[in-house]
Every structure is written in structure tokens, then in C-alpha cells.
């Protein structure tokens, strides 16, 4: 009995695969429009959904941070090694170049008036001490 069965199986799955070979054989053939090329203008719509991905991802690295005052690449532009892609604002980085020297400056007047300082006292300090032997009024 089971072997019956499995032959009508076998004979039915062959039998659907030939009238569907038959069938698709048989259809018509696509119809293809030809005309001639015209100008005019052109109106074309584009709906997409989903997320967009870039082709190639590069990672861009930089040492310093900052806000981007040229930008000499696009989206999917390439780009060759060695090749500029952004140029950051020197404004900041400028001030605290700035700072850095106003700050160098300031350090420098204080070491003066330091040793000024300094070479007061030793001068008040060596001075002869006129007040120990009670001789400050004379």
C-alpha cells in the first residue's frame, strides 16, 4: 500500500512539472514599445523607502578638533591618499596660541618682579642693623 501510494506521488509531482513546462512554453511572448527619442522635458519621481548606506565607509581621523571651514569632498566623491578633504577654522586654535603667549608674558613679569623682589630683601636683609645696638635714633 505505501509503495502504491509513493508511485501516484512520484507520477503526480512529474505529472505537474511537465503541464507547467507546457504552460510557460505555450504563453505569449512580452510585448516590447519602441519610439522614436524626442527632446522635451524630462519628469521623473523617485519613491524609496528605508535606510540609506554608503557604498564605502572611510573613517576620518584628526588630531585636533574644531569647526570645518572647507570641505573638498561629497558624499561617494572619491578621494585619493594624501588628498585634503576638510580644512578646520585656525580662529580657535589661534586664540589659545594667543593665550599661550599673553600667559608665556605674564610669567615672564612676575620671575622680574620675583628677583626684584628678591634683591630687595637681600639688600634690606644685609643693611647694617643700626636698631640692635640702640643706635636707630642717632
Known amino acids: 500500500m505505501k509503495r502504491v501510494l ?3 506521488l512520484v507520477i503526480a509531482a512529474v505529472g505537474a512539472g511537465v503541464g507547467a513546462y507546457y504552460m510557460r512554453r505555450n504563453g505569449t511572448e512580452p ?6 527619442a524626442t527632446r522635451g ?8 523607502t528605508g535606510a540609506l548606506q554608503a ?3 572611510v573613517q576620518v581621523g584628526s588630531q585636533v578638533s574644531g569647526t570645518i571651514s572647507v570641505l573638498n569632498a561629497d558624499f561617494n566623491s572619491i578621494v585619493r591618499k594624501g588628498q585634503v578633504i576638510a580644512k578646520l577654522d585656525p ?3 589661534q586664540a589659545q596660541v594667543e593665550q599661550a603667549k599673553a600667559n608665556l608674558a605674564r610669567s615672564r ?3 622680574d618682579r620675583n628677583r626684584v623682589e ?3 630683601a637681600q639688600t634690606k636683609y644685609s643693611a647694617p642693623k643700626n ?3 640702640g643706635n636707630c635714633f642717632r
Do not use: C, F, Q, Y
Open 6 to 8: 509513493s508511485l501516484l
Open 31 to 36: 510585448t516590447v514599445n519602441t519610439a522614436p
Open 41 to 48: 522635458d524630462i519628469i521623473d519621481t523617485v519613491g524609496a
Open 55 to 57: 557604498v564605502t565607509t
Open 91 to 93: 580662529s580657535l586654535i
Open 109 to 111: 613679569a612676575d620671575l
Open 118 to 120: 628678591l634683591a630687595d
Open 131 to 133: 636698631w640692635l645696638n
